[in-house]
């Protein structure tokens, strides 16, 4: 029996864009997302998805373009699934981040806001990520115009996820996210694997031998490169690592794995030094942050620093407050806010993260700081505070979930004289700032982007009792 065709919509005009960063319209008064169109679109829609409240669909022919379109930069926009919003010029995208964080809060916190102030955009709108993976594969992912084409094409492939296709990978020729060595790294080992026959991982059988390639930098200039393999064959890892070695001399850390798990997840395998060191090593404002295979650090660096500063001076301490960092990862905040604090005490749930935090206050000197892992609603008992002390002030940075009401509950109970919220999220910030309105009001607010070319924005909040 043949599958019903799609049904198309005609003539639909883009009207705004909405969260996630999809645009839409509205036909027979429901709303339709499409993505990667902009407000002023006129375009013919294929639907392929319906619910009762909206339709999504993707564009398939366009009557006329939208005057805030511009040309993407690179030749795999649209394929890949990254920087969706390059047809976006840069001040256009910040002027929707901004509506999207003013929106979020607006709509769902429902609480009083001060003025939100201009956005922090950043320095670098391309080559400015400090960490990409690609992945190996067997099944590359043939664009429409290579089948087209009538070529033929190798099946292996290095590069990223189709979107919603775990078992296929589009080849990546140059990325704009990462700054060089990057790119020449990665083509250069696919070259030298293909030229000499190793075999890519099959993500559906899960037998051959490459399987993911991690490039992690640092803006002291330090590379890492970690190489995930799956099958022992020690002919083949000592060629691909030598050839890196080799033609890439100027790495700081040269690292591999043997992961024969079902992911490519590696945080509990062992790391294994080939050349060099077993970390890098970055900087922010004469702090240094030692950066290993599985540490966490914020993806733009130069950006993360900016981010940092208005945390600081949000929470403008005078030297004599008690500090509680939450979700503090591998403890970067807690580390560069330690001078101006009489104490900072980080907390996170993942136990490797507080190791890393440690050594981070060692390397540093800085002694008033304290870290322990655990679930934030657990540690925080009549017994922690007694002996560390009343907070005077509260970082909060947790991941895109944003908190558990219970550790909001935590925080109201502990009832600091404020609170100052990193969010990667404004929408799940905006539903726990209107939990945490029963003791605060919302003082200060200010967006930063930290991905430019796609919709993602950080936002920070000022909370201040009432």
Not at 223 to 234: G, K, R
Not at 426 to 448: C, F, G, I, N, W
């Amino acid at each position: 029996m043949a599958r019903k065709p799609h049904p198309i919509i005609k003539e639909l005009e883009i009207e705004k864009i909405a969260s996630e960063g999809k645009a839409l319209g509205y036909y027979n008064d429901k709303v339709v997302f499409v993505a990667g169109t902009a407000p002023g679109d006129i375009i013919d829609v294929r639907v392929h998805k319906k619910k009762k409240s909206f339709l999504e669909g993707s564009a398939i022919k366009f009557h006329k373009k939208s005057d805030l379109r511009i040309e993407p930069f690179c030749s795999h926009y649209g394929v890949c699934g990254g920087c969706k919003w390059q047809h976006l010029s840069y001040e256009d995208q910040l002027g929707f981040k901004s509506e999207q964080v003013k929106d979020s809060l607006e709509r769902i916190a429902k609480v009083d806001l001060p003025e939100i102030k201009p956005i922090l955009g950043s320095k670098n709108t391309t080559f400015y990520r400090n960490k990409m993976e690609y992945t190996f594969s067997n099944n590359r992912w043939l664009t429409t115009e290579e089948i087209e084409s009538g070529k033929e094409f190798e099946s292996d492939a290095l590069g990223f996820h189709i979107p919603k296709r775990f078992d296929k990978i589009v080849q990546i020729e140059k990325c704009y996210l990462q700054a060089d060595p990057s790119n020449a790294i990665r083509n250069s080992v696919d070259r030298f694997a293909k030229d000499n026959k190793i075999t890519y991982f099959n993500l559906i059988k899960q037998v051959g031998f490459l399987r993911n390639l991690i490039i992690r930098t640092s803006t002291t200039g330090q590379t890492m490169v970690i190489l995930q393999v799956a099958e022992e064959n020690e002919e083949w890892l000592s060629m691909m690592l030598n050839h890196i070695k080799e033609n890439f001399p100027e790495l700081t850390s040269l690292l591999y794995i043997l992961n024969q798990k079902g992911n490519e997840t590696f945080h509990d395998l062992d790391v294994q030094v080939f050349y060099g060191k077993d970390h890098i090593i970055e900087e922010m404002e004469g702090l240094q942050f030692k950066i290993g295979p599985k540490s966490f650090y914020q993806t733009n660096s130069d950006q993360a620093y900016e981010l940092y500063k208005v945390a600081r001076n949000f929470a403008d301490l005078k030297g004599d407050e008690i500090v509680y960092d939450l979700y503090t990862g591998t403890g970067t905040i807690a580390n560069f806010i330690a001078k101006s604090a009489k104490k900072v005490i980080g907390v996170e749930y993942v136990p490797e993260a507080i190791e890393d935090a440690k050594v981070n206050s060692q390397l540093n000197k800085i002694e008033n700081t304290d870290f322990f892992a655990g679930d934030m609603k657990d540690v925080f008992n009549d017994e922690f505070l007694a002996q560390h002390g009343k907070a005077d002030v509260i970082i909060t940075d947790p991941p895109r979930a944003g908190m558990h009401p219970d550790v909001i509950k935590t925080l109201l109970n502990i009832s600091a004289n404020k609170i100052v919220y990193v969010s990667c999220n404004p929408a799940t910030q905006a539903r726990d700032l209107a939990l945490l309105d029963e003791k605060y009001k919302v003082t200060s607010v200010q967006p930063v982007d930290m991905f430019p070319q796609t919709h993602h924005v950080e936002n920070v909040v000022l909370l201040e009792l009432k």
